[in-house]
């Protein structure tokens, strides 16, 4: 029995290996995979942190959240970690900016172009609120706590905040291609200091921070398009003046040190973004921009190319998903009692390390998400596959300056976030 099973985990490992050989061949020489890598390290690093940082705390017959940064503040660390959204929004202008380039070299019309990448979006973000529209009827109709079904339903649709905003800013990517990141920068700054240094302005005020403090890395983005970030001193730039700015904020202005919210706290600063969430974010894209390098060599093994194109393949699926398999994991464990890690409060190492043995069935439990839900994604990619026959889009050319060729494409980018390698006709993967 023990040479059986070891012969079988040997032609496993060998079925795994031939397939990640045959996505490495397929994916053309042209591209540019240290995008792909940084696109995939942004939405896992979310994924996680999202499970660390949330908990669903039973008491009374509900559920409410908590989070361990409130109980212990000095986990704030673990928010720079996993707090990754400026590295997406980064490569998704960069990508976008190159797609636009590439629709207009190719014919296509503004419209045509962003039709194709709204709708990337629409189709799993319309599977998930076809899904939670049943399952909110039916908590509602079998007595649940109403308190308890707000709590569920705003954690299962948060992920739509960040789409919102990215989908505006795909529809602005022919006004950010020029735009200087520092404008945008300048706006939070100037909201920031009428809200916290003065005291004035609406209540609404800091809500103005939303889209533009999520363009300032766009418009990185579109910088790195027009090769103005190639050189490693931009992105030692960007690294240092954003780790001393974020320090700054956070030793001598106030600003709280966790980069994600906490409910509870009287600041926020993701909800709206704040100027030390800005600045974090540019320490992140400048740190993003210095690994580019390595990344490209770690991607030329097969192995580790063929987990990000997976990644890539499904990263709106994965993303939309993720809290749907945190509170299903919480909901299905109910009848057992309060587990430790899952329904206790949040207050100790006891639970961070409970809550570690957690991630893997969190995993599991998004594993069957995705298997459900992943073709909502990848629909619009087949279809676009079948009409175009076997032609490669290329996604960044190596060395050349996006921009001066019609052949740059975006076959992955901001409102095509999950796409994977083109893969030639007749080598379907």
Same mark, same amino acid.
Request: hydrophobic share 50%; proline share 6%.
């Given at each position: 029995?023990?040479?059986?099973?070891?012969?079988?985990? #040997?032609?496993?490992?060998?079925?795994?290996?031939?397939?990640?050989?045959?996505?490495?061949?397929?994916?053309?020489?042209?591209?540019?995979?240290?995008?792909? *890598?940084?696109?995939?390290?942004?939405?896992?690093?979310?994924?996680?942190?999202? %499970?660390?940082?949330?908990? @669903?705390?039973?008491?009374?017959?509900?559920?409410?959240?908590?989070?361990?940064?409130?109980?212990?503040? %000095?986990? !704030?660390?673990?928010?720079?970690?996993?707090?990754?959204?400026?590295?997406?929004?980064?490569?998704?202008?960069?990508?976008?900016?190159?797609?636009?380039?590439?629709?207009?070299?190719?014919?296509?019309?503004?419209?045509?172009?962003?039709?194709? #990448? @709204?709708?990337?979006?629409? #189709?799993?973000?319309?599977?998930?609120?076809?899904?939670?529209?049943?399952?909110?009827?039916?908590?509602?109709?079998?007595?649940?706590? !109403?308190?308890?079904?707000?709590?569920?339903?705003?954690?299962?649709?948060?992920?739509?905040?960040?789409?919102?905003?990215?989908?505006?800013?795909?529809? *602005?990517?022919?006004?950010? !291609?020029?735009?200087?990141?520092?404008?945008?920068?300048?706006?939070?700054?100037?909201?920031?200091?009428?809200?916290?240094?003065?005291?004035?302005?609406?209540?609404?005020?800091?809500? *103005?921070?939303?889209?533009?403090?999520?363009?300032?890395?766009? *418009?990185?983005?579109?910088?790195?398009?027009?090769?103005?970030?190639? &050189?490693?001193?931009?992105?030692?730039?960007?690294?240092?003046?954003? =780790?001393?700015? =974020?320090?700054?904020?956070?030793?001598?202005?106030?600003?709280? !040190? $966790?980069?994600?919210?906490?409910?509870?706290?009287?600041?926020?600063?993701?909800?709206?973004?704040?100027?030390?969430?800005?600045?974090?974010?540019?320490?992140? /894209?400048?740190?993003?921009?210095?690994?580019?390098?390595?990344? +490209?060599?770690?991607? +030329?093994?097969?192995?580790?190319?063929?987990?990000?194109?997976?990644?890539?393949?499904?990263?709106?699926?994965?993303?939309?998903?993720?809290?749907? $398999?945190?509170? &299903?994991?919480? $909901?299905?464990?109910?009848?057992?009692?309060?587990?430790?890690?899952?329904?206790?409060?949040?207050?100790?190492?006891?639970?961070?390390?409970? #809550?570690?043995?957690?991630?893997?069935?969190?995993?599991?439990?998004?594993?069957? /998400?995705?298997?459900?839900?992943?073709?909502?994604?990848?629909?619009?990619?087949?279809? +676009?596959?079948?009409?175009?026959?076997?032609?490669?889009?290329?996604?960044?050319?190596?060395?050349?300056?996006?921009?001066?060729?019609?052949?740059?494409?975006?076959?992955?980018?901001?409102?095509?976030?999950?796409?994977?390698?083109?893969?030639?006709?007749?080598?379907?993967?």
């Amino acid at each position: 029995m023990p040479d059986r099973d070891s012969a079988g985990a #040997r032609g496993m490992w060998q079925a795994v290996r031939h397939g990640a050989r045959r996505v490495d061949e397929a994916t053309p020489a042209s591209r540019d995979r240290a995008v792909d *890598a940084l696109r995939a390290c942004a939405i896992l690093g979310v994924v996680l942190g999202h %499970w660390l940082v949330t908990a @669903l705390v039973a008491h009374d017959g509900g559920l409410y959240t908590a989070s361990p940064l409130g109980r212990m503040p %000095w986990l !704030a660390p673990i928010s720079w970690i996993f707090q990754t959204l400026a590295v997406f929004f980064l490569v998704s202008g960069h990508v976008a900016t190159r797609s636009l380039a590439s629709a207009r070299g190719r014919g296509l019309t503004y419209g045509q172009w962003l039709r194709a #990448r @709204l709708g990337r979006l629409a #189709r799993p973000v319309l599977a998930l609120l076809g899904l939670w529209a049943v399952v909110t009827a039916g908590l509602l109709l079998s007595g649940a706590p !109403a308190d308890t079904v707000h709590t569920l339903v705003k954690l299962a649709l948060s992920p739509l905040w960040f789409l919102l905003v990215l989908a505006a800013l795909t529809a *602005a990517t022919p006004l950010v !291609a020029r735009l200087h990141p520092l404008w945008p920068l300048a706006v939070v700054l100037h909201v920031d200091v009428l809200r916290f240094g003065l005291h004035l302005g609406p209540a609404w005020l800091g809500w *103005a921070d939303l889209p533009a403090g999520w363009l300032v890395p766009y *418009a990185l983005g579109a910088a790195w398009t027009r090769g103005e970030l190639d &050189t490693r001193r931009a992105g030692w730039v960007l690294l240092a003046f954003g =780790t001393a700015a =974020t320090a700054g904020l956070v030793h001598w202005a106030g600003y709280p !040190a $966790a980069m994600v919210g906490v409910p509870g706290a009287a600041v926020s600063n993701l909800d709206p973004p704040t100027l030390a969430v800005v600045t974090f974010g540019l320490a992140q /894209c400048g740190l993003a921009l210095l690994l580019r390098d390595r990344l +490209r060599r770690a991607m +030329r093994r097969p192995l580790p190319w063929a987990a990000v194109a997976t990644v890539n393949l499904s990263a709106m699926t994965i993303f939309l998903w993720h809290q749907t $398999a945190l509170m &299903t994991t919480t $909901a299905a464990t109910l009848p057992a009692g309060r587990l430790p890690g899952l329904h206790t409060a949040p207050d100790g190492l006891t639970w961070i390390a409970a #809550r570690l043995g957690w991630l893997p069935v969190f995993a599991l439990v998004l594993a069957l /998400c995705w298997g459900a839900f992943r073709s909502y994604e990848q629909i619009g990619g087949r279809r +676009r596959a079948r009409g175009r026959g076997g032609r490669v889009v290329r996604v960044h050319p190596g060395t050349e300056r996006a921009g001066r060729s019609g052949r740059a494409g975006g076959a992955a980018g901001a409102g095509d976030a999950g796409a994977a390698p083109r893969v030639p006709r007749g080598r379907r993967v």
